[in-house]
């Protein structure tokens, strides 16, 4: 997982838009949905995310939905939520993941979210907004889902920056009908994917007793997602009636276990880590877990023996080579994390995450150019990352471009919503660059953006 804000380990946080527009919409309704302290981050890991592509797929597929296209995310939030904004991404907090203790639970949360997806709340809910436009702020949520799936940046840019946390609780929370609708479609996809449906009741026994809760008691995702007796009671029907004797895969079971131990290693104490990792049933994440638990105790030295025994189980295996790029870049080995990351990139060459740290290390080790290549390959793949555009602002700055290096720190401002300053580089970016260039177009989105920002923000 990736570092920020100069923690000793920690996650790479981003946004996620289609648009820079979007992008700065998105942040506003993200911030008024998190503590009063911070925006709402995400936690970006290649290895994380394989898995989660892996046990979602057939899961998305039995909804209809293209696994390409639709993305499981993971929330940098400890408590128990999941909730879907838009057509194309589920986002599952991760202290629900690290509540659940099996797969099946997992694929149940986003079976159900899948299901909103599916059912067309989410769309109908668009519609429902179109409508209400003397709510305040309600156009803000319309804009993201707008742009999320696809809708232009103009149209994005002129829909209302404001709105209260009230109103955005309100547009995540379903109604009753909607839960029982979409539980009704998860048992079937789980079914259909042959994951067992006592997942779905047994998540539902995750919450059982949180309706006597005050609502501040309440875990977020109860008030999102009110849960009833009836609602219990129906999904064990459906699994009487429909049998709960699919096993889980070999395939699930280990990719489950993976991710939740590289998830734990990271959001958990090391110590923790270490008391319950001879536990683990699968040799390499054992080692995996260990290797992590090692590098937080900056202990390089046993963090680079768990890895490597986990590269000597599973040979070339891009994701722990990944790892062992972190550990060694973050133990300041950049010459080592370098060869680590290029065997990575080598076994994984369309991962935008493992290319941006390939990137960062050559960056560190005193590579710009090739930092570059790598760098502007990982953003082709992935606008959104914001450590990205830091790095390529870096690379461009070292190279002598300075018109694209102003370009990316401004697009990395509109990111972080930060949109005065992405207003002041952007217009930078366009005096350097050539008129009427493709950089020169981004940097024309960026300003027109901070200054409809700014327009609304003097209202």
Not at 202 to 209: A, N, Y
Request: charged residues 20%; aromatic residues 6%; glycine residues 8%.
């Amino acid at each position: 997982m990736r570092l920020s804000h100069g923690a000793a380990m920690g996650f790479h946080r981003v946004v996620r838009a289609a648009s820079i527009p979007a992008a700065c919409l998105l942040w506003v309704m993200t911030a008024c949905l998190a503590t009063p302290a911070a925006a709402i981050g995400l936690l970006r890991d290649p290895d994380i995310e394989m898995s989660l592509t892996r046990l979602s797929a057939p899961i998305l597929q039995a909804a209809g939905l293209n696994p390409k296209r639709v993305r499981v995310l993971i929330v940098d939030d400890g408590s128990l939520n999941a909730f879907v904004i838009d057509n194309q991404t589920i986002f599952v907090h991760y202290g629900l993941i690290n509540r659940a203790d099996t797969p099946e639970q997992l694929q149940a949360v986003i079976a159900h979210e899948a299901a909103h997806i599916s059912n067309g709340h989410i769309a109908r809910r668009m519609s429902n907004l179109k409508s209400a436009r003397t709510v305040s702020g309600l156009g803000l949520a319309l804009a993201v889902a707008a742009a999320a799936a696809g809708a232009g940046g103009d149209a994005a840019a002129g829909l209302a920056f404001g709105t209260s946390s009230s109103a955005l609780r309100s547009f995540l929370a379903h109604t009753r009908a909607e839960e029982a609708s979409a539980d009704q479609s998860a048992a079937r996809y789980l079914r259909s994917a042959g994951v067992n449906p006592q997942g779905l009741v047994d998540l539902h026994e995750i919450f059982r007793g949180q309706e006597v809760l005050s609502q501040g008691r309440q875990d977020p995702y109860m008030r999102s997602h009110p849960l009833t007796t009836d609602r219990i009671r129906a999904a064990k029907a459906y699994v009487a009636a429909n049998g709960n004797n699919a096993q889980t895969s070999a395939e699930d079971a280990y990719f489950y276990a993976r991710m939740r131990g590289k998830l734990t290693a990271f959001t958990r104490s090391p110590s923790w880590t270490l008391r319950r990792a001879g536990s683990e049933p699968y040799p390499d994440v054992r080692l995996m877990r260990e290797a992590v638990a090692h590098h937080r105790n900056s202990n390089l030295r046993a963090a680079l023996k768990a890895i490597d025994g986990a590269l000597a189980i599973r040979p070339g295996d891009p994701y722990y080579l990944d790892l062992k790029g972190q550990i060694l870049l973050e133990s300041r080995q950049t010459s080592a994390a370098v060869a680590a990351y290029a065997q990575a990139a080598k076994g994984a060459p369309s991962e935008p995450l493992i290319l941006g740290a390939y990137g960062r290390a050559l960056l560190a080790d005193g590579q710009p150019r090739a930092a570059l290549t790598q760098l502007e390959a990982a953003r082709t793949r992935d606008f959104r990352d914001a450590r990205v555009l830091r790095d390529l602002g870096q690379a461009y700055a070292e190279t002598g471009q300075n018109g694209m290096a102003s370009l990316a720190v401004a697009e990395r401002y509109a990111l972080q919503g930060r949109m005065k300053d992405a207003g002041y580089h952007a217009e930078r970016a366009s005096g350097l660059l050539p008129r009427g260039s493709p950089p020169w177009q981004r940097a024309q989105d960026v300003a027109v953006a901070a200054e409809q920002y700014e327009k609304r923000s003097n209202r």
